[in-house]
Every structure is written in C-alpha cells, then in structure tokens.
C-alpha cells in the first residue's frame, strides 16, 4: 500500500470519525436538516456547494488549456452567492421554512412546492453522481483502485457520516475539508510554482495569453456568472445553511463570507494547471493536468494534496444528499403524506430518504463511469435550476404569477433544457444559435411561458393564498 493511499484512507476514517461524534448533537430532525448554526458552521456547509470536484480538476484543467482565466468558475460562484446574501437571504429568512420548494410556495402555492421539490432533487443526484464519479475517477488514475470499489469505498464514508450527523455533521466536516482545500492548494502552488521559477518562470514559459482574465472568453465568462447568480439563489445544499442560520445577520454574514472563501481558490487550482503546462506541455488530455502535476511530487506531498482534492469532492457529496433528504422529506413526505408525523418519525425518514439519495448517487456513478455525456446532463440540470428561479422571481415581484403557470413553466423550460443538450450532442452544436447555450434558452422558455401560462390560468390561480411581503 502506498503511502497515498495511506493519507488519503486516514483523511476518510477522520472525515467519518468527526461525523460520528457529531451525532449526539442532531437527535432531532431540526437538528439533523439543521438549526441555530453559528457563521463558522453555515461558512462551512454552504462552501461545499461551491468548491467541489470541478473547482479542482476542472479549474486547473481550464488554467492548462487558458491560464488564469480559468479561476472565473469560482469568481463566479462567490459573485453569486454575493447576490444571494444581498438581496435574498433576508427574504428567504423571513419565510421559515427550510428548503427552496418550501420558498416557492409561500409565492405559487403547494403544487408548485412539490414540482420544483422533485425538479430540485433531480439537479442535486445528477450533480452528486458527477461528483463521485470524479471521486471513483481519483482512486482509478492515482491510486490504482478498481472504480467499483473506489465508489463503494468513499460512498458509504459519507453516507455513514451524514447518516450519523445531518447538517451538524456536514458543518463540522467541511471545515475540516474547507483547512485541507486550502492548504492542500496552497502547498501544491508552492512546491509546483518552486520548481519552476515561480511565477517569473510561468511569464517565460507561457504566452501572454495565458495572464489574461479574458482568454477564456466573454460568453464563457458571462454564461458562468449568470448561471452561477441563478444557482446560488435556488441551490437547497448551498442555501439550506442560510435557512439554518442563527438569525437573518448571521445569514447574510455567512453568505458574504462563502462568497470569499469560494472565489480565490480557482485562482490556486488556475496556477496548478498553469505549471503542469510549464512541465507537461504535451499531455494529450488536458484533465489529467492536477493528476499529473501531484504525482511528479514527493510521495507525503501528493498524499496531502490528493487527499485535499477528495475533500473539495466529499464537501459537495455530503450536502447534496443531505438537501435530497431535506426536500423530499419536508416538501413531500411532511407536507403532502404525513403531515402528522412525529419528530421521531420525521427523523427516521429523513435518514432513509437520505441514504437512499446516497445510494443512488453511487449506483448511478457506477452505471455511468466512461460516459462522455456526464458534463452535458451536468449543465441539464444546472438550467432546471435557473428555470426555477425565474419562475421564483415572477411569483415574487409579478402579482398576477400564478401556481399553475409555473408548473407549465417549469416543465417548458426543462423540456428546453433537454432539447438544447440533446440536439448538441447529437449535431455538435446549439439550435438556433451558437451562443444560445441551453442554460439562455431554458430562462427565456421559463420567463415566457410563465407571463403567459400565468395569464391564461388567471381565473383559476392557485399560488399561495397569501403573498408574502416583499420586504419581509
């Protein structure tokens, strides 16, 4: 057994070990979906939302291909997440409930809570499998694991300790997951950086290109930052902590203080990809750029890094299931099955539903290992996402939204979203437009066939009996 592996099973039986202990704090199921956090905790939880296996892998393989400009991913996560705590975290307080659906129906009524709940939780499992399949990806290309096994092994970790803590557990986890990102990049930038002259040497070796913030692209930059502000605002991993917060300043306060922990560390994983150009200028696949970079490292080093990558991954896993659990239980089960049921009760079907979300994730991942498609039903579900906010805002800001035309507008724009990413893989581009990017195409759809759905299902409307106050 090689000492990687060795690092990074330790990191995993602590990662599991911490959310053990931090059982005897969520006997309840206010406390396992969360309750009274302080700023550290919901910094904490809302963070993995945001840095995940993307920010690492996939930043630094951006910085191989463009350089800095890569690091936009995460700028644009924070910009987003700035937005959510500017203008909606007070908002969103106000309304006492725990997850988004729980949002959209003070605004647009029942039916529509349980749609966007569904929808909702679709994104989260799409975007977890994502996430453990770039778990199972690691062990195969660094550790030499069967992908299977590699699944099973780091899936039933974070299974075990979300099982055992709930949100509690995610909070205390991801700081130790947030201390190992950083530090992890931090010495990775150093000792790559060293060996190469540090970034005198980047400025000789690279073109100057690669100094830009705009290489990348103005599309790309602005599809990110709108997807991103769209995301943010609707996200139950990434919210659910604002939801949880002590009051509304701790919210806010948290959320501010996501948004700078999350933004500058493209910027690390950006100059990762950046020196494995410098010293691997003929790698044929661009996304092994980090991979490649840690293993020309000492043994320890690689270790600590590579174990710091599996913590930016288990950061995101561990709140997506959780936020599975969270919707499908609150919006579903309590509100339309069995709206009676216990605390006890409530939590026991919390656990399951969650494990259960778990589970799917990593049959999934498994059953969509070698995929090519894996990133295009990624950005699928990202657009059912912003769809959703649209719909949102209407319900919020428009007087005649109606319940009914949300669910037909949600259902057009996610229809739009799977028409846009099929006819691209199958014909290599977008309809209609180059630019018009699935996520652009989904927000028109929603913003349109809610202003005319709500109008035509006006005589009828079924949104919430009583709209709540905007300035709430």
């Given at each position: 057994m090689t000492i990687q592996i060795v690092i990074i099973l330790v990191y995993l039986l602590t990662t599991i070990l911490i959310g053990l202990l931090a059982k005897r704090s969520s006997n309840s199921s206010v406390a396992f979906h969360g309750a009274g956090l302080g700023v550290l905790m919901c910094v904490a939880a809302g963070t993995g939302e945001w840095l995940g296996g993307t920010s690492t892998t996939g930043v630094s393989e951006y910085g191989y291909i463009f350089?800095?400009?890569?690091?936009?991913?995460?700028?644009?996560?924070?910009?987003?997440?700035?937005?959510?705590?500017?203008?909606?975290?007070?908002?969103?307080?106000?309304?006492?409930?725990?997850?988004?659906?729980?949002?959209?129906?003070?605004?647009?009524?029942?039916?529509?809570?349980?749609?966007?709940?569904?929808?909702?939780?679709?994104?989260?499992?799409?975007?977890?499998?994502?996430?453990?399949?770039?778990?199972?990806?690691?062990?195969?290309?660094?550790?030499?694991?069967?992908?299977?096994?590699?699944?099973?092994?780091?899936?039933?970790?974070?299974?075990?300790?979300?099982?055992?803590?709930?949100?509690?557990a995610v909070g205390y986890t991801n700081i130790l997951h947030l201390v190992m990102m950083y530090g992890g990049a931090i010495l990775a930038v150093f000792f790559a950086l060293g060996d190469i002259g540090w970034i005198r040497g980047l400025r000789v070796s690279l073109p100057?290109?690669?100094?830009?913030?705009?290489?990348?692209?103005?599309?790309?930059?602005?599809?990110?930052?709108?997807?991103?502000?769209?995301?943010?605002?609707?996200?139950?991993?990434?919210?659910?902590?604002?939801?949880?917060?002590?009051?509304?300043?701790?919210?806010?306060?948290?959320?501010?203080?996501?948004?700078?922990?999350?933004?500058?560390?493209?910027?690390?994983?950006?100059?990762?990809?950046?020196?494995?150009?410098?010293?691997?200028?003929?790698?044929?696949?661009?996304?092994?750029?980090?991979?490649?970079l840690m293993m020309d490292l000492s043994p320890v080093l690689s270790g600590i890094v590579l174990a710091s990558i599996l913590a930016a991954i288990l950061s995101t896993v561990s709140p997506i299931i959780l936020a599975c659990g969270t919707m499908l239980t609150k919006d579903i089960y309590q509100r339309k099955l069995?709206?009676?049921?216990?605390?006890?009760?409530?939590?026991?079907?919390?656990?399951?539903?969650?494990?259960?979300?778990?589970?799917?994730?990593?049959?999934?991942?498994?059953?969509?290992?070698?995929?090519?498609?894996?990133?295009?039903?990624?950005?699928?579900?990202?657009?059912?996402?912003?769809?959703?906010?649209?719909?949102l805002l209407f319900g919020i800001y428009w007087k005649k939204a109606s319940g009914k035309g949300a669910i037909w507008a949600m259902i057009a724009a996610t229809f739009t979203g799977l028409l846009w990413v099929v006819y691209k893989s199958v014909y290599g581009e977008y309809p209609l437009h180059p630019l018009l990017t699935e996520t652009y195409a989904s927000v028109i759809v929603a913003a349109l066939s809610m202003i005319v759905f709500s109008l035509f299902f006006s005589n009828s409307k079924n949104s919430a009996s009583n709209k709540c106050n905007i300035s709430g």
């Open positions: 350089g800095l400009s890569g690091a936009w991913y995460t700028i644009a996560n924070g910009i987003g997440v700035i937005v959510l705590a500017l203008c909606f975290a007070k908002l969103y307080r106000s309304l006492e409930t725990v997850t988004v659906p729980g949002i959209v129906e003070k605004y647009l009524g029942v039916d529509a809570r349980v749609v966007s709940s569904i929808l909702l939780t679709l994104v989260m499992v799409v975007v977890g499998t994502a996430q453990i399949i770039a778990a199972g990806t690691l062990g195969v290309t660094l550790l030499n694991i069967d992908f299977t096994l590699a699944v099973l092994i780091l899936g039933t970790g974070f299974i075990i300790y979300t099982l055992a803590g709930g949100m509690i100057d290109s690669y100094f830009n913030f705009m290489t990348i692209g103005a599309p790309k930059v602005s599809s990110w930052v709108i997807a991103s502000i769209l995301g943010a605002c609707t996200a139950q991993a990434g919210i659910q902590p604002i939801l949880a917060a002590r009051d509304v300043h701790v919210a806010k306060k948290a959320a501010l203080l996501t948004a700078l922990a999350v933004a500058p560390f493209g910027i690390l994983t950006a100059l990762l990809g950046m020196a494995a150009r410098v010293k691997f200028p003929d790698l044929t696949n661009p996304k092994l750029a980090l991979p490649t069995k709206t009676q049921a216990d605390d006890r009760r409530i939590l026991r079907v919390s656990r399951v539903i969650t494990g259960l979300s778990g589970v799917l994730c990593m049959a999934l991942a498994i059953l969509m290992y070698g995929n090519t498609r894996v990133l295009d039903i990624v950005y699928f579900a990202y657009t059912i996402r912003g769809s959703l906010f649209i719909a």
